[in-house]
């Protein structure tokens, strides 16, 4: 990729309790231009840590530490509270996993949307909800100005997590960070929701950042693969080569996919090699 | 791009449900009510101490023993006696007080609005201070400040409140001088201000008269603050468990995610997700005061309704009792009512 939009280095996430130090992320580095990276990994693999980290939102006691993390050349580890508010939302945004969750009950989606926007753009509020509303339409949302009055309870999960995409992507952010955005709706809507998002992305020329567990699904999102195992990344690859994957633990994972048209009548269970916990994370940088 | 459905629409108001909603809490009310006076009536009837001799005395002869007690309708079988009590209560008749040898109803007018003027004081007291500092405890969870909040509250929790009456008087009025004794206001100003609402502040400040307000001042705020410190601690401590409950929330992050700075995270979406919790909580401490506050009254000589129905508890003036009782009681419904409304008015997914 020509431009780097994000560079990470070394990227370190520690929780410390009272039995010890857990490290979520264990030095992972990559890159991200006006892509799509896929980070792929089971549940507590560290990839949700590793998107929320680059937010700086990890709260104490939880830690980050980095060799590098830059946008756009610009430090992000060593930037103000206050600058990295602009760059929240501005710069890079976050979709999570639920609509039902992430969405405000009490304040209606109008109210959200808005305040998405002025957090960064000092616009009058009749010029704020027109913006808003062009963005519900450009998320596919039908009758947007009475959308815009509804509450999050009110709309269902697919149409809330487009909400969402619209929300966050009001500010005209550069990197989008999206964390499982469909693991929590229906399949019929699924397609239409990624479909959506992509499009987005592609015509704003952004960095997207897709984390899931699914591989095929990312296999078919994105541009490029990591696949991350026990706060490393074992592996990366272009999407296009996912086949040609030599890692046992991405094998493990490929292999543990049921197939509709080779079924077979027992699906192998992944053999977990404690050598991969220790081996060194594989650099994603371009 | 695919077809897309919209969410499903919202439904058009229909009155009905809301009657029948209406009319349910009228009749819960009225159960309440009914239940709450025949409990306390046939308390007061059973108790082993004769009527008749509260009203004549004990020097009177049998005649008018006799005629005493057939005017008190005691002849007459509990449950009639109890129907015709209701039937007056209805009327607006709570009878008249023995003790005082006035209308029950006129007693209350005039006991009640002191009460009121010291719990709403307390409660706001209570507000002001709790809600704010259980919400710094929830955000800076585990800090110096969040342990500061817990030894208030546990404080307020375990001392007794009699206890910290006579200290707070001890040492603000008798030491340190910067606070009135017991009572309502001072000898010198009593009687200058004609009541409107009964409540003396309120009233001063009215009428116009800063010297009555201010010594008025000087007398509730030390039993209302001792009201609000212990409102304080129940209040705080509700708020800190339901702000960590919200702070762990989802829309939180996504809120941060926006770029929105900590106090529009905390108090615009973290706070107005615990308001509708929070009236609940405030309304019961309000009420708590309300019809709790015989201790606190008691100490500081205060002529409320907590004190009144103590009193002619102790003088067997049953009238008196049941009236305050009844005031007491609506109060505590009508408080659990307006909390109900609010709680609709607040959360959309109540509509």
């Known amino acids: ?286 | 791009m695919t077809d897309v459905t919209n969410g499903e629409g919202r439904r058009g108001p229909s009155f009905a449900p809301w009657l029948i909603k209406t009319v349910a809490t009228l009749v819960t009310v009225a159960v309440t009510l009914l239940g709450l006076l025949f409990v306390t009536f046939m308390i007061g009837r059973v108790m082993p101490i004769d009527p008749v001799l509260a009203v004549i005395g004990e020097r009177a002869t049998q005649a008018q023993y006799d005629a005493t007690y057939l005017e008190l309708g005691l002849d007459k079988p509990l449950l009639v006696q109890f129907g015709i009590y209701v039937s007056d209560v209805l009327q607006g008749d709570l009878g008249k007080s023995i003790r005082t040898g006035q209308q029950v109803t006129t007693d209350i007018a005039r006991v009640f609005p002191a009460t009121l003027e010291l719990a709403t004081l307390g409660t706001l007291i209570g507000v002001a201070i709790g809600v704010p500092l259980g919400v710094l405890a929830a955000v800076k969870r585990g800090s110096w400040i969040d342990q500061v909040a817990r030894l208030v509250g546990l404080v307020g929790y375990s001392m007794p409140i009699f206890w910290l009456g006579l200290v707070g008087l001890l040492l603000f009025y008798g030491i340190l001088g910067w606070v009135a004794g017991p009572g309502r206001v001072g000898i010198f100003y009593q009687g200058i201000v004609e009541p409107i609402t009964g409540m003396l502040l309120v009233d001063a400040a009215l009428r116009g008269e800063w010297v009555v307000f201010r010594d008025a001042f000087s007398h509730i705020i030390l039993p209302a603050a001792l009201l609000g410190y212990y409102s304080l601690a129940y209040i705080s401590r509700m708020t800190r468990s339901f702000m960590l409950e919200q702070l762990n929330a989802e829309y939180v992050i996504t809120a941060r995610v926006k770029g929105l700075s900590e106090w529009q995270v905390i108090w615009g979406h973290a706070f107005r997700n615990i308001r509708i919790q929070l009236i609940t909580v405030i309304a019961l401490a309000y009420a708590n005061l309300l019809e709790g506050s015989v201790l606190t009254e008691i100490i500081f000589a205060w002529p409320g309704i907590g004190s009144y129905i103590t009193t002619s508890l102790l003088a067997n003036d049953m009238n008196s009792v049941l009236g305050g009782t009844i005031v007491i009681g609506s109060i505590f419904v009508g408080i659990n009512i307006l909390s109900d409304l609010l709680y609709r008015f607040f959360d959309p997914r109540a509509k």
Not at chain 1, 50 to 63: D, E, N, S, V
Not at chain 1, 149 to 167: F, K, N, T
Not at chain 1, 193 to 214: A, C, E
Request: aromatic share 4%.
């Open chain 1, 1 to 286: 990729m020509s431009e780097t939009l994000l560079d990470v280095e070394n990227l370190r996430v520690s929780f410390t309790t009272r039995t010890g130090t857990f490290e979520a992320v264990r030095g992972i580095s990559f890159t991200l231009g006006r892509e799509r990276l896929g980070i792929v990994g089971e549940s507590g693999s560290g990839k949700s840590m590793t998107g929320r980290a680059i937010l700086r939102l990890i709260r104490p006691p939880g830690r980050v530490e980095a060799d590098r993390i830059t946008m756009h050349g610009e430090d992000v580890l060593a930037a103000t509270e206050t600058r990295m508010r602009q760059l929240r939302g501005g710069r890079v945004s976050m979709i999570m996993q639920d609509p039902k969750f992430s969405l405000n009950p009490v304040m209606t989606v109008g109210q959200q949307l808005v305040e998405s926007l002025r957090a960064h753009e000092k616009l009058a509020r009749s010029e704020c909800r027109k913006r808003a509303i062009a963005m519900l339409d450009e998320v596919a949302i039908r009758d947007p100005e009475r959308v815009m009055g509804l509450y999050p309870h009110e709309v269902s999960g697919g149409m809330g997590q487009r909400i969402m995409i619209a929300m966050m992507l009001l500010p005209g952010p550069e990197i989008l960070i999206a964390d499982e955005p469909t693991s929590a709706l229906d399949v019929s809507v699924q397609l239409q929701v990624l479909d959506i998002m992509d499009q987005l992305v592609k015509t704003r020329g952004m960095g997207l950042i897709f984390i899931s567990h699914d591989l095929n699904l990312v296999a078919k999102f994105c541009d490029r693969i990591a696949v991350m195992y026990a706060g490393r990344i074992v592996e990366c690859c272009k999407a296009s080569e996912l086949h040609k994957a030599q890692h046992p633990y991405t094998l493990g994972l490929l292999n543990a996919v049921p197939d509709l048209e080779h079924p077979r009548p027992r699906l192998e269970v992944l053999q977990r090699d404690p050598a991969w916990r220790d081996a060194l994370s594989v650099s994603a940088r371009t």
